[in-house]
């Protein structure tokens, strides 16, 4: 396999960040959500007047990961107050990491996490934190292998289904 690259998104990655974003959220949740309430949530999260105020929005940052030229996963974290809860100005949260499901368990993940690290590590960052849904095993045993650790819990509304979210934390500075 040739070699995963990550690269920062753009504005003009609109259309791409769509499709990455529909595809991956659609593969993780399709098979236990009503495809109504996956259809809302797509609608709302991934259009392009959403997506044009999260990628222009200065404490927001994308990120693709590629192989060759296809994108294969992508990351989103926010700083300060596009935090979608703690709004800390000493955390760095991790909104939202997804890969396309035929490149799961290829250490695609693993590589977007570890970028993320890189950059916490030179900044004022004292601790990542981010929620997943608290049946999501796949992604709790991920983030368990990297050290973080649940702290609260929260609620995450898809459509009509309430859904609990497990906060979890992974301290970088005392």
Excluded at 69 to 92: C, V, W
Aim: net charge negative.
């Amino acid at each position: 396999m040739s070699k995963i690259e990550i690269r920062k998104t753009a504005l003009s990655d609109l259309e791409l960040l769509q499709i990455i974003g529909k595809q991956t959220f659609t593969e993780t949740f399709a098979a236990v959500n009503s495809p109504e309430n996956l259809s809302n949530y797509i609608a709302l999260n991934f259009n392009v007047d959403q997506l044009t105020q999260e990628l222009t929005n200065p404490e927001s940052s994308f990120y693709f990961a590629t192989l060759d030229t296809t994108i294969i996963g992508y990351l989103k974290i926010n700083f300060g107050n596009a935090q979608t809860e703690l709004m800390d100005e000493h955390a760095m949260e991790i909104h939202r990491i997804y890969v396309l499901q035929e490149y799961q368990g290829k250490k695609v993940g693993q590589l977007l996490i570890d970028y993320v690290l890189e950059m916490v590590h030179q900044s004022h960052v004292k601790y990542i934190w981010l929620g997943v849904w608290e049946e999501n095993y796949r992604a709790l045993e991920f983030y368990a292998k990297n050290g973080f650790v649940a702290f609260d819990k929260h609620i995450f509304t898809l459509g009509d289904d309430i859904q609990t979210d497990l906060l979890l934390k992974l301290q970088i500075k005392k």
